[in-house]
């Protein structure tokens, strides 16, 4: 009985967000081959959709909902009786989950995005193609991706069993906390799944391999095929390697400026500098008349055109910068 008690109490914690990142996905794993335990989070989630999808959002009773989602996990074998001394410590926990839904559903707030929100439309597939610069894709369920130019997304127009979304290229996803559903992408061969975190995947053609970078939160990154996986926590940096992953620290300052237009360089040789500028901006640098391995930039750029920053880098060495069929030219004065 007192496994049962934590089996349920783990259940309501995981469902309420009371969980560490960490702690979630241990419990995520530790439950992936138990069928009866998936059955009893997805019996918890449907019985309470059940019990309110009538009810108007100022009429929505929290106590008796309990009672009710008690009484039917009962009659339906999913929860066994236990003396009245037990119902305190379980039943704080499922309030929690019971508030916290209220909540979202009162306020109308992305927050949480729990199953019980979805839209019953019918569903179809969606395709989005950056075909020039940065461009920003809301998903159904109030994820959002920013796609690199030339990257690819297609997912369902609506979430219904699970969140699953197929891309190439390169993309930043800033992915909403759904911990009954975690949100699975697809990048050639590479899976990565999380419950709700910020991370960039980039899949090189050229290199042959796919990045996974996250900035916040963690991600669990794996190869089809393949049961090894490894987990990536804020920092650091998953890497395809062979048939498998390999962990790093994520140490270049501009990694993400494709996104963010930020840069910082210290001491960097100047043909570094050009090279980070083109993939950032999408556009072809010609340095004529110059060794660029001799020369070195120390200096910080946020948000600023591509323009400008020609500019203030010929400034800096004595050149002049124009532009000539969409190709810019530094020459030395």
């Not at 019990?51 to 339906?76: C, I, S, V, Y």
């Not at 979202?104 to 179809?124: Q, T």
């Not at 393949?226 to 395809?240: C, D, V």
């Amino acid at each position: 009985m007192k496994r049962k008690a934590k089996q349920w109490s783990d259940l309501a914690r995981y469902l309420s967000g009371e969980m560490e990142m960490q702690e979630e996905m241990a419990f995520r794993g530790s439950i992936e081959n138990d069928k009866r335990a998936i059955s009893e989070l997805e019996a918890m989630e449907k019985t309470w959709k059940f019990d309110h999808e009538d009810a108007p959002e100022n009429q929505r009773n929290t106590g008796e909902a309990w009672d009710r989602l008690q009484k039917r996990l009962r009659e339906d074998g999913l929860l066994e009786k236990a003396p009245h001394s037990s119902r305190g410590s379980l039943m704080m926990p499922l309030l929690r989950v019971a508030a916290t839904i209220l909540l979202v559903l009162a306020i109308g707030g992305p927050v949480l995005y729990f199953g019980i929100m979805r839209n019953k439309s019918e569903s179809g597939l969606e395709s989005h193609v950056a075909d020039r610069g940065v461009n920003t894709v809301d998903l159904p369920d109030g994820s959002r991706v920013y796609l690199n130019e030339g990257a690819e997304i297609s997912y369902p127009s609506v979430f219904e069993q699970n969140r699953s979304v197929t891309m190439r290229g390169e993309a930043f996803f800033e992915v909403m906390s759904d911990p009954v559903n975690p949100f699975t992408v697809r990048s050639g061969n590479v899976v990565v799944s999380v419950l709700g975190t910020s991370f960039n995947i980039k899949q090189s053609v050229s290199a042959g391999n796919t990045e996974v970078f996250v900035e916040s939160g963690m991600v669990r990154m794996s190869v089809e095929e393949s049961r090894q996986f490894i987990t990536l926590e804020e920092g650091e940096l998953g890497r395809t390697e062979a048939a498998g992953c390999i962990r790093s620290v994520q140490e270049d300052p501009n990694y993400m400026s494709w996104k963010t237009k930020d840069f910082k360089f210290v001491n960097t040789e100047l043909d570094r500098v050009i090279s980070k500028l083109e993939e950032a901006y999408h556009v072809e640098i010609r340095v004529e008349e110059a060794d660029l391995h001799n020369l070195r930039l120390t200096s910080t750029y946020r948000e600023q055109s591509i323009e400008a920053i020609l500019e203030t880098i010929a400034a800096a060495f004595g050149m002049t910068v124009h532009k000539e069929a969409q190709i810019y030219y530094l020459t030395n004065q």
